[in-house]
């Protein structure tokens, strides 16, 4: 089925650093790409997504190409924030349900 | 609109005791998931429903666990016995299938402790 794999965290930066955090797909076909995050204490929310092969999702400052030839949703901000200390999903839907598969969260934490 | 509200927040219950956890999607929306998260395994889904009817209950991890969702407005995961395994965070999420783009809204989460 289909699956996902990110980077193992945490990733720990400094204020303004840029960030990215890997993510790579296995999948039948070019199902749609997602990021969540969650912060600490709540569920997680939808922070973008790509639709189809070289979309380009974006929200908030945070940006995710959709790359068929490696695979690859990547996400990235050229300048975080301690407010975007937070867990990263990278996301795509099951094979053949309705249901989303979860990457394994990469833990951000940015200092001061 | 408030959004998926999940009760309680926290659990503490013994071992061998029966837990309910609650859900009420966000109105309109029309699938309900029921995840798991923890440390060793992170995200899993357990079962989703469409219109109120279960779908696809595969990733239940054993009899002892059951969902319902008698109607629209709300649902409940059932673990009856808990054992400390059970341990976890459970978040609730719906969707609407009217948008092809899976756009999930969650709930805050049920943190359990089973001791």
């Known amino acids: 089925g289909n699956s996902v794999t990110q980077m193992e965290g945490p990733v720990t930066l400094s204020e303004e650093a840029f960030l990215t955090i890997n993510c790579t797909y296995t999948?039948?076909?070019?199902?749609?790409l997602f990021w969540y995050v969650q912060y600490p204490g709540e569920g997680l929310q939808l922070l973008l997504k790509a639709t189809k092969a070289d979309d380009k999702g974006s929200n908030k400052g945070f940006e995710a190409t959709y790359r068929k030839e490696t695979t690859s949703f990547h996400l990235e901000k050229g300048s975080v924030q301690v407010s975007d200390s937070a867990v990263y999903f990278c996301a795509l839907p099951d094979t053949g349900r309705r249901a989303l598969t979860f990457g394994s969260g990469t833990r951000l934490q940015v200092q001061p | 609109d408030a959004g998926v509200i999940q009760s309680p927040r926290h659990e503490v219950t013994e071992m061998g005791q029966e837990v309910t956890l609650r859900c009420k999607p966000i109105?309109?929306?029309?699938?309900l998931f029921w995840y798991r998260q923890t440390m060793m395994r992170g995200l899993e889904l357990l079962i989703y429903?469409?219109?109120?009817?279960?779908?696809?209950d595969s990733g239940m991890p054993e009899d002892r666990f059951s969902a319902k969702m008698p109607n629209a407005s709300f649902s409940t995961l059932k673990i009856q016995p808990s054992e400390p395994r059970d341990s976890a965070v459970y978040f609730c999420?719906?969707?609407?299938?009217?948008?092809?783009?899976?756009?999930?809204?969650f709930g805050s989460g049920t943190r359990l402790t089973v001791v």
């Open positions: 999948a039948t076909g070019y199902p749609s």
């Open positions: 109105s309109g929306h029309d699938y």
């Open positions: 429903f469409n219109n109120n009817v279960p779908i696809d």
């Open positions: 999420a719906s969707s609407s299938g009217a948008r092809k783009n899976y756009g999930y809204t």
